[in-house]
């Protein structure tokens, strides 16, 4: 039986290389196994996982750009609401391939980085941001669960 062993990178992917050492050879069986020859599948998963209850803003990262910033986003499409709702002068740009790797969403906004967007973002990332009924624009909840 094949047993896949799992290396996690620096990246954010994990290759998994299946491993036969130890298995037991069958008389039977004329063919050896191929120990030195087996495949390497290598998959990236998701930077985010979604919870359908509610989720925070994991991590985000702001680099200065020519006459603006970009904001780089890693969590649940509401918190891209919310902080357009806040701030819209944001507008979301497509993400690379290699982006997708780290960051979920990343939106451009003209001029440095404002200390008020910043205290927004630190914010989303200790609340839960709710899915909204269709009549309500934002929903945020406080997780006093991990703070006595």
Not at 8 to 13: F, K, L
Not at 80 to 103: F, H, N
Request: proline residues 12%; glycine residues 6%; aromatic residues 6%.
């Amino acid at each position: 039986m094949y047993r896949p062993v799992a290396a996690p990178r620096w990246d954010g992917s994990v290759s998994l290389a299946p491993s036969i050492r130890g298995r037991p050879h069958h008389r039977n069986c004329p063919i050896a196994p191929m120990e030195d020859h087996m495949p390497q599948t290598t998959f990236h998963l998701p930077p985010f996982s979604r919870d359908s209850r509610g989720n925070r803003l994991l991590r985000w990262q702001a680099m200065n750009e020519s006459g603006g910033h970009v904001l780089w986003l890693c969590g649940p499409s509401e918190v891209v609401d919310q902080l357009i709702g806040a701030v819209p002068e944001y507008t979301p740009l497509p993400l690379s391939a290699e982006a997708t790797r780290r960051w979920t969403h990343s939106l451009r906004a003209r001029g440095p980085l404002r200390s008020d967007v910043a205290s927004l973002l630190e914010l989303l990332t200790t609340v839960v941001s709710l899915p909204s009924p269709p009549n309500i624009d934002t929903a945020i909840a406080l997780d006093w669960y991990k703070v006595p």
